[in-house]
Nanobody, 124 residues
Framework: QLQASGGGLVQAGDSLRLSCAASGRTSSGTTVAWFRQAPGKERDFVAAMFRRGSSIHYADSVKGRFTISRDSAKNTVYLQMNSLGPVDTAVYYC???????????????????WGQGTQVTVSS
């Protein structure tokens, strides 16, 4: 199971750090990703840590502002979000799968396990 947390209401320019805690052990082949869904829109890829860190990938819209990282001891993946703007307002979901490959890691259908989502609201 995945538990996402850390969302909240912030002002433009502020930062937030989201957490995705996994219960149980994860294999070395597990990929963890963050997606987000704004009201009335599709759930879009944000960032992924492919196979426990062998490579990291970001959506163009967040590159340079967001950083995905992990704490193996806590079995937790983080999404540090800086320079937030109103366009970043969405429900953020973490997802995981051991069957993701590089060609599909940006596709939500590649992920078998999902957290419950955490709301991020950025006011202007």
């Amino acid at each position: 199971q995945l538990q996402a947390s850390g969302g909240g209401l912030v002002q433009a320019g502020d930062s937030l750090r989201l957490s995705c805690a996994a219960s149980g052990r994860t294999s070395s082949g597990t990929t963890v990703a963050w997606f987000r869904q704004a009201p009335g829109k599709e759930r879009d890829f944000v960032a992924a840590m492919f196979r426990r860190g062998s490579s990291i990938h970001y959506a163009d819209s967040v590159k340079g502002r967001f950083t995905i990282s992990r704490d193996s001891a806590k079995n937790t993946v983080y999404l540090q979000m800086n320079s937030l703007g109103p366009v970043d307002t969405a429900v953020y979901y973490c997802a995981a799968s051991s069957s993701v490959i590089l060609s599909n890691l940006r596709n939500r259908s590649a992920y078998a396990y999902w957290g419950q989502g955490t709301q991020v609201t950025v006011s202007s």
